[in-house]
């Protein structure tokens, strides 16, 4: 299976951050990366896919980078509604793979 | 309005089975994946397999395959998940997605069913 690590687990962040996590994948996964944002007690909400796209309806201060095994994810402005969990996805290869998370906390 | 509708929750006492039940609205259900994935309270998700409405064997994740089932009825958009011989471990919440057309992703959620396993 596809391994997925995040760093960091956790970030403490003021409204108007950059903020910026990322996501390393085991073994190359070309651009098959998606990010997801979860807020509690939410079922989780699409934010990237294909490693750069930005979902529809999605705030443009959202960006993605990144191809084969690294790849970022960054909040140019952190807003209060941004506080949330953000998990990386490989659709790679079966099984589907998440990262463990990071949780974007209020400094 | 894509809308992904799943049934509520569950309590099951271990070795009993759990059918989970995901409706879905405002578009083709035969044109995309549906996936299961769970969530472990307090932890992250992990995913469990993709049913296609109309084509072939659903793929399974190898953790699940031998007591966990995926199907689907056309006739009312609707798939479903079973999971047999639960145990305590699998108290977590179930959330069917949608998988983009062609874009490989989780596009949208069903809103979860919890299930707890307790004797």
């Known amino acids: 299976d596809i391994q997925m690590t995040q760093s960091p687990s956790s970030l403490s962040a003021s409204i108007g951050d950059r903020v910026t996590i990322t996501c390393r994948a085991s073994?190359?996964?070309?651009?098959?990366l998606n990010w997801l944002q979860q807020k509690p007690g939410e079922a989780p909400k699409l934010l990237i896919y294909?490693?750069?796209t930005l979902q529809s309806g999605v705030p443009s201060r959202f960006s993605a980078s990144g191809s084969g095994t690294d790849f970022t994810l960054t909040i140019s402005s952190l807003q209060p509604e941004d506080f949330a969990t953000y998990y990386c996805q490989q659709s790679h290869t079966s099984p589907r793979t998440f990262g463990q998370g990071t949780k974007v906390e209020i400094k | 309005q894509v809308q992904l509708v799943q049934s509520g929750a569950e309590v099951k006492k271990p070795g009993a089975a759990v059918r989970v039940s995901c409706k879905t609205y405002?578009?083709?259900?035969?044109?995309?994946?549906i996936h299961w994935v769970r969530q472990v309270p307090g932890q992250g998700l992990e995913w469990m397999g993709w049913?296609?409405?109309?084509?072939?064997?659903?793929n399974y994740s190898k953790k699940f395959q031998d007591r966990f089932t995926m199907t689907t009825d056309t006739s009312i958009s609707t798939a479903y998940m079973e999971l047999t011989s639960l145990r305590s471990d699998d108290t977590a919440l179930y959330y069917c997605a949608r998988d983009g057309l062609g874009r490989d992703n989780f596009d949208y959620w069903g809103q979860g069913t919890p299930v707890t396993v307790s004797s």
């Open positions: 049913i296609k409405p109309t084509r072939g064997a659903p």
């Open positions: 405002g578009f083709t259900f035969t044109d995309h994946f």
């Open positions: 073994q190359s996964i070309t651009t098959y």
């Open positions: 294909a490693a750069s």
